[in-house]
């Protein structure tokens, strides 16, 4: 996924500069340097994260941050390395924060810990201390994420406390599960915002981990969760999109896009033909 993407879809939600207590401090010791990431913990728990600082980081310089979340049996590690935002080529000014799951699953996941680790109060207590330790410009906190990742992301932009403090939300490969019941999740309540709340996802038509169409009863189709969030959105239940066009003919690479309560493509889609469970890079990258 192209953090153009995201940061296209992003200007929709933008609601100005502010300066968190970490600005005019010098990088935490602890923290990795300018230009390189490093494993950490947060303080007082037992979770883990990664966190990149882009090389041109400047503490009086409210910096824009890139949440970014790894798959079902995945960790954090392996997510810098698919997603790439510790890339300079592709995320040359952000901070990149690369969030570990409690036993490999997150929260959205029915294969999560039994003790529903309440990985909403994480995601919230993660980005206090960033805001706390680091130059951030609270406008612009984003979330993406792959596969349970990306269904996490839903999770996350569904809650309204948690959700309230991300300008826009990706995900790819999405494993989306009906949520409305399951404990520490509950049924989608986000905060309600003028700005709305961008959503992406991008998805393989032969994605076999999570099928495009969904799965029986357990994996939702990725339409449906496309509406949900056109209806939160103010488009109404069930609407369909407002431009469904072909962006690219080999391999076939589709876009649909909603427009919702004047807010011009709030949802989009991306959908590519003979693509499976993977993560979209630009044309002729490896």
Request: charged content about 20%.
């Amino acid at each position: 996924m192209r953090l153009a993407s995201l940061l296209s879809l992003a200007t929709l939600a933008s609601i100005g500069i502010a300066k968190t207590p970490g600005c005019g401090r010098d990088i935490p010791s602890k923290y990795p340097k300018a230009g390189s990431s490093e494993s950490l913990s947060l303080p007082d728990s037992d979770r883990e994260y990664r966190l990149f600082i882009p090389a041109n980081y400047d503490k009086n310089t409210p910096t824009p941050v890139y949440f970014s979340f790894h798959g079902a049996s995945r960790d954090m590690v392996e997510e810098e390395d698919l997603s790439q935002f510790s890339n300079p080529e592709f995320n040359p000014n952000g901070i990149a924060i690369y969030p570990n799951s409690k036993n490999g699953y997150w929260l959205s996941s029915p294969s999560a810990d039994k003790s529903r680790p309440n990985d909403l109060d994480f995601i919230d207590d993660l980005l206090t201390h960033m805001e706390e330790t680091l130059c951030i410009d609270t406008s612009r906190v984003y979330s993406a994420g792959k596969s349970n990742g990306g269904g996490f992301t839903s999770v996350i932009a569904c809650n309204a406390t948690v959700g309230s403090r991300f300008a826009a939300f990706a995900a790819v490969s999405g494993a989306w599960y009906d949520t409305a019941d399951m404990k520490g999740v509950g049924p989608c309540a986000p905060a309600k915002r003028d700005q709305g709340y961008p959503f992406l996802e991008f998805h393989g038509t032969v994605d076999t981990t999570a099928p495009i169409d969904g799965e029986d009863d357990a994996k939702l189709p990725v339409i449906d969760v496309l509406q949900t969030w056109a209806a939160q959105n103010g488009c109404g239940d069930n609407a369909q999109p407002t431009s469904n066009e072909t962006i690219f003919d080999d391999p076939l690479v589709k876009h649909a896009s909603w427009d919702c309560n004047g807010l011009k493509g709030i949802v989009q889609h991306y959908r590519e033909n003979g693509n499976g469970h993977c993560w979209p890079m630009p044309v002729g990258q490896v």
